[in-house]
């Protein structure tokens, strides 16, 4: 069955080594593959509930109303829910066998449960205090007038610094809107906050003050919810769009990556997203590091798996805005993706002990007191850390380039950022992918003017540390316009040839410092993928399953 997606893109040149191979590391039972002359792909935990024989299954099916309706009469089955792009089954492991062999059926994934992913503010370490106050050539910037949709747990609206910044409320869960967990208000708050109202909450303010938000909650008070749910504010943002001037998503959230990013429905609802111009910012997830402090590869979580998501992953400032000091957070989950092998995060950003506005109330601000860090009742501030937070500090400075360049395409949103972002070799581009963003950089990369080397908490920086920094923008940015920018993943595609910094792309061979791909051979520093063998060092480590959640 169709689903809408345009997938006329080249697969990513990384998923075509040993994809194969990489399924059966990353679960044992791996998809199931039927003998039948048609078997429907499976998400990996539908091949689980096959195999145990699984009596309560919620499938999501895709599809327009026509095509469900005929399905649930074909093999009586009950729709728990009708989605805008397809419906939710309820089925048991014989319906689910059963609608796997129907020749209409391309693929089927689990609506399983999501949640929110968490573990001095961080705008001076990311240079846009300069943004707000104008710096050089740049005028002042806050982001004003750009509306973000923020998917998460809900927005606390009576927030003194989220007051009259939340447009459009829509609660898919059935409530009314409101945050009971306290996730959704923390992230809404970096994205967006005021100043605070106090002596001792003044020196908080979110990274686009200017913006505004929408708040599409999907996650309970427990902070978890259900991917068909999110899949439909996704499509409810594409449907309003116009109306909100929406053009950002912020997902703070994400679940386990269970099957390849074409038949991930939630990955499906991103394109569609970026496709119709919102850029989708998503956080990396936490699973990049074991409790006895290993690091772990191949944890990216859905939909950051996407290669049309802008996935950031998470910076440890260590309490200075100085870049000196700064390290990639032990829990940022790490790429490269499973099943696709995408090199993930596309940047990282600020994402440990960020303060933001908390909801009194909520779940998280009852259970972690001591997070409370200035402010009382409704002008509270509390600390949370995880790539939700550095999610957040993207968007916001999303916001701010498109204060700066209104018509700025998703995919040149992303390429800027990359281009301006401040590589850290230690971490790798598994780790920070490009490196850690750079918003007064940025925006002067979209305004036309001159970068290269800026000044963050008095030490100079690097801008386009990973790429060759040009010595002027404008004529890099307006080719970026003129010359239709392919970003896939986060390479940066230029006719046939790709060059940027030392990497060189020609064909089916890839030159990157110290990596060479050729074929299905990978090696990379001690790191060498070949067939469904992964090297790493004395280790072989790929991440694990979980349930979908905020980070």
Same mark, same amino acid.
Request: proline fraction near 3%; charge should be negative; aromatic fraction near 6%.
């Given at each position: 069955?169709?689903?809408?997606?345009?997938?006329?893109?080249?697969?990513?040149?990384?998923?075509?080594?040993?994809?194969a191979?990489?399924?059966?590391?990353?679960?044992?039972?791996?998809?199931?593959f039927?003998?039948?002359?048609?078997a429907?792909?499976?998400?990996?935990?539908?091949?689980?509930?096959?195999?145990?024989?699984s009596?309560a299954?919620?499938?999501?099916?895709?599809?327009?109303?026509?095509e469900?309706d005929?399905l649930?009469?074909?093999?009586?089955?009950?729709?728990?829910?009708r989605l805008?792009?397809?419906?939710?089954?309820?089925?048991?492991?014989?319906?689910?066998g059963?609608?796997r062999?129907?020749?209409?059926?391309?693929?089927?994934?689990g609506?399983?449960?999501?949640?929110?992913?968490?573990?001095?503010?961080?705008?001076e370490?990311?240079?846009?205090?300069?943004?707000?106050?104008?710096?050089?050539?740049?005028?002042?910037?806050?982001?004003?007038?750009?509306?973000?949709?923020?998917?998460?747990?809900?927005?606390?609206?009576?927030?003194?610094a989220?007051?009259?910044?939340?447009?459009a409320?829509?609660?898919?869960?059935?409530?009314d809107g409101?945050?009971?967990?306290?996730?959704?208000?923390?992230v809404a708050?970096?994205?967006?906050?005021?100043?605070?109202?106090?002596?001792d909450?003044?020196?908080f303010?979110?990274?686009?003050?200017?913006?505004?938000?929408?708040n599409?909650?999907?996650?309970?008070d427990?902070?978890?919810?259900?991917?068909s749910?999110?899949?439909?504010?996704?499509?409810?943002?594409?449907?309003?769009?116009?109306?909100?001037?929406?053009?950002?998503i912020?997902m703070?959230?994400g679940t386990?990556?269970?099957?390849?990013?074409?038949?991930?429905?939630?990955?499906e609802?991103?394109?569609r997203?970026v496709?119709?111009?919102?850029?989708?910012v998503?956080a990396?997830?936490?699973?990049?590091?074991?409790?006895?402090?290993?690091a772990?590869?191949?944890?990216?979580?859905s939909?950051?798996?996407?290669?049309?998501?802008?996935?950031v992953?998470?910076?440890?400032?260590?309490?200075t805005?100085?870049?000196?000091?700064?390290?990639?957070?032990?829990?940022s989950?790490?790429?490269p993706?499973?099943?696709?092998?995408?090199?993930?995060?596309?940047v990282?950003?600020?994402?440990?002990?960020?303060a933001s506005?908390?909801?009194?109330?909520?779940?998280?601000?009852?259970?972690?007191?001591?997070?409370?860090?200035?402010?009382?009742?409704?002008?509270?501030?509390?600390?949370?850390?995880g790539?939700?937070?550095?999610?957040?500090?993207?968007?916001?400075?999303v916001?701010l380039?498109?204060?700066?360049?209104?018509?700025?395409?998703?995919?040149?949103?992303?390429a800027?950022?990359?281009?301006?972002?401040?590589?850290?070799?230690?971490?790798?581009m598994?780790?920070?992918?490009?490196?850690?963003v750079?918003?007064?950089?940025?925006?002067?990369?979209?305004?036309?003017?001159?970068?290269?080397?800026?000044s963050?908490?008095g030490?100079?920086?690097?801008?386009?540390?990973?790429?060759?920094?040009?010595?002027?923008?404008?004529?890099?940015?307006?080719?970026?316009v003129?010359?239709?920018?392919?970003?896939?993943?986060?390479?940066?595609?230029? #006719? &046939? $040839? %790709?060059?940027? =910094? @030392?990497?060189i792309i +020609? !064909?089916?061979?890839i030159?990157? /410092? *110290?990596?060479?791909?050729w #074929? &299905? $051979? %990978?090696i990379? =520093? @001690?790191?060498?993928? +070949? !067939?469904?063998?992964?090297?790493? /060092? *004395?280790?072989?480590?790929? #991440? &694990?399953?979980?349930?979908?959640?905020?980070?």
């Amino acid at each position: 069955m169709s689903n809408g997606v345009n997938h006329s893109e080249p697969r990513h040149p990384f998923s075509r080594a040993a994809a194969a191979g990489f399924l059966f590391i990353a679960f044992a039972a791996g998809p199931a593959f039927a003998a039948g002359p048609h078997a429907a792909r499976l998400s990996a935990d539908l091949a689980d509930h096959l195999q145990h024989n699984s009596q309560a299954i919620r499938v999501i099916v895709h599809g327009d109303q026509a095509e469900i309706d005929l399905l649930a009469a074909r093999y009586n089955l009950p729709i728990a829910r009708r989605l805008t792009s397809g419906a939710v089954f309820l089925v048991n492991a014989g319906q689910l066998g059963a609608l796997r062999q129907d020749e209409t059926v391309d693929h089927l994934s689990g609506d399983i449960r999501i949640r929110s992913l968490f573990d001095a503010s961080a705008a001076e370490s990311i240079g846009a205090d300069q943004v707000w106050a104008g710096a050089g050539d740049v005028r002042p910037l806050s982001g004003k007038g750009v509306s973000v949709a923020v998917i998460d747990s809900g927005i606390d609206t009576r927030h003194e610094a989220l007051k009259r910044r939340v447009i459009a409320t829509r609660d898919f869960t059935g409530g009314d809107g409101m945050d009971r967990y306290g996730h959704g208000t923390h992230v809404a708050g970096i994205i967006a906050g005021q100043v605070g109202q106090t002596a001792d909450t003044r020196e908080f303010r979110g990274i686009a003050s200017g913006a505004y938000l929408l708040n599409l909650r999907v996650l309970g008070d427990d902070g978890s919810g259900t991917v068909s749910d999110v899949v439909e504010a996704l499509d409810w943002s594409i449907e309003h769009r116009v109306e909100y001037d929406i053009k950002v998503i912020n997902m703070s959230i994400g679940t386990p990556v269970l099957q390849p990013y074409r038949d991930d429905p939630l990955c499906e609802a991103v394109e569609r997203a970026v496709n119709a111009g919102i850029t989708v910012v998503v956080a990396a997830g936490n699973n990049g590091g074991t409790t006895d402090g290993r690091a772990v590869y191949g944890t990216i979580s859905s939909p950051a798996n996407s290669p049309y998501a802008l996935t950031v992953g998470a910076i440890d400032t260590h309490g200075t805005a100085a870049r000196s000091d700064d390290t990639l957070a032990k829990y940022s989950s790490k790429g490269p993706t499973k099943y696709d092998l995408i090199i993930k995060p596309d940047v990282a950003a600020p994402g440990s002990h960020i303060a933001s506005a908390e909801s009194v109330e909520s779940y998280l601000s009852k259970m972690h007191p001591e997070r409370h860090v200035a402010g009382t009742g409704r002008n509270s501030y509390f600390q949370l850390s995880g790539t939700s937070m550095s999610a957040g500090v993207v968007s916001g400075t999303v916001a701010l380039l498109l204060d700066g360049r209104p018509r700025l395409t998703p995919a040149n949103a992303k390429a800027v950022l990359q281009l301006t972002s401040s590589f850290m070799p230690e971490a790798g581009m598994l780790g920070a992918g490009a490196g850690m963003v750079n918003a007064i950089a940025a925006v002067e990369l979209v305004q036309g003017k001159q970068f290269g080397t800026t000044s963050i908490a008095g030490e100079d920086v690097v801008a386009g540390g990973f790429f060759t920094a040009p010595a002027t923008s404008s004529s890099v940015f307006a080719s970026l316009v003129r010359r239709q920018l392919t970003v896939r993943s986060n390479q940066i595609i230029w #006719g &046939d $040839q %790709i060059i940027g =910094g @030392d990497q060189i792309i +020609w !064909g089916d061979q890839i030159l990157w /410092g *110290d990596q060479i791909l050729w #074929g &299905d $051979q %990978i090696i990379w =520093g @001690d790191q060498i993928l +070949w !067939g469904d063998q992964i090297l790493w /060092g *004395d280790q072989i480590i790929w #991440g &694990d399953a979980g349930a979908l959640s905020s980070f």
